[in-house]
């Protein structure tokens, strides 16, 4: 079964860091881009970042540029995203999904087949 999950969500203050973690399993991870979604309360889900594990491509939402960082481990099928320099606006469930080979509309929801079932994330301000 391919599976994906996150893990490292937290209450942290503004200006703070977190990493989470996006563990796979059931499937061949290099195969494979993984993205990272998130969403407020009454509001829509937005994509934040990904990486296509078969060629390295990276894109970042504009709103988090300079401050998350996605990074992939293939050894351990995981991949991360390391965030700095949190606001309060960051608030929000993130959800890690896998979609299976190479595509350019890394923001689209409908390209991922596998997905997470959140992690919290708050920042107080």
């Known amino acids: 079964e391919k599976q994906v999950a996150e893990l490292g969500g937290d209450l942290v203050q503004a200006g703070g860091s977190l990493r989470l973690s996006c563990s796979t399993s059931g499937f061949t991870f290099d195969d494979y881009t993984i993205g990272w979604f998130r969403q407020a309360p009454g509001k829509e889900r937005e994509a934040v970042s990904s990486?296509?594990?078969?060629?390295?491509?990276?894109w970042s939402a504009d709103s988090v540029k300079g401050r998350f960082t996605i990074s992939s481990n293939s050894a351990a099928k995981t991949v991360y995203l390391q965030m700095n320099n949190l606001k309060p606006e960051d608030t929000a469930v993130y959800y890690c999904?896998?979609?299976?080979?190479?595509?350019?509309?890394?923001?689209?929801?409908?390209?991922?087949?596998?997905w997470g079932r959140g992690t919290q994330v708050t920042v107080s301000s």
């Open positions: 999904a896998a979609g299976w080979g190479v595509f350019y509309e890394f923001a689209s929801p409908d390209n991922y087949d596998h």
């Open positions: 990486i296509c594990n078969r060629d390295g491509r990276r």
